[in-house]
């Protein structure tokens, strides 16, 4: 091999891993959906076993709990997980009826490869409501097709709910 073969081997970047293809047809109808909520969407691949997808009224994909600038959700599609699951990471809502426009959107998304991803985790710090239970709780009661995982852990270094 000749030195400018050798060098153009060793310069040569890794091949870059295409995302599974139900994961990334899910990735798209999930993009599709929210974007015909009027959202800013920005979805992006990690690999073959990742997908994130972020969500807001604001163009700067602001998806911050609690926050007063705009509503979002951020999503992982974690297919790589055992068994694969889609993570709510964040959601706020500043509109009436937004909040679960845009879980209802997602998960019309996932059902369009069913089967594809199950599991459903979200951590939910959303306060009780009037019938005792919590605003996820109502959202995985009305999607029993879904294995749900609710947790109720407050972030690092946050003050506790009331």
């Known amino acids: ?5 050798v060098l153009r081997f060793w310069r040569r970047k890794p091949a870059v891993q295409q995302p599974d293809a139900a994961m990334l047809a899910i990735a798209e109808a999930i993009s599709r959906n929210l974007t015909a909520l009027g959202l800013f969407v920005d979805s992006r691949p990690y ?13 700067k994909l602001i998806t911050t709990p609690d926050g007063t600038e705009a509503s979002g959700i951020a999503l992982l599609l ?3 997980y055992e068994p694969p699951s889609l993570v709510f990471e964040q959601i706020n809502s500043l509109q009436r009826g937004l909040g679960r ?11 369009e490869r069913s089967g594809a991803f199950r599991l459903l985790r979200v951590n939910d710090l959303s ?3 009037q019938d005792g239970r919590r605003w996820w709780e109502h959202v995985a009661a009305a999607h029993p097709e879904f294995d ?5 852990e407050e972030p690092f270094g946050s003050a506790p709910r009331t």
């Not at 690999?47 to 163009?59: C, D, N, P, V, Y």
């Not at 749900?148 to 109720?152: G, S």
């Open 101 to 111: 426009a845009m879980v209802e959107a997602v998960i019309a998304g996932v059902k």
């Open 148 to 152: 749900w995982v609710i947790t109720h």
């Open 127 to 129: 306060p009780r409501l």
């Open 78 to 80: 974690a297919g790589a």
């Open 1 to 5: 091999m000749a030195f400018w073969e």
């Open 47 to 59: 690999g073959r076993g990742f997908f994130e997808i972020k969500a807001s009224t604001s163009s």
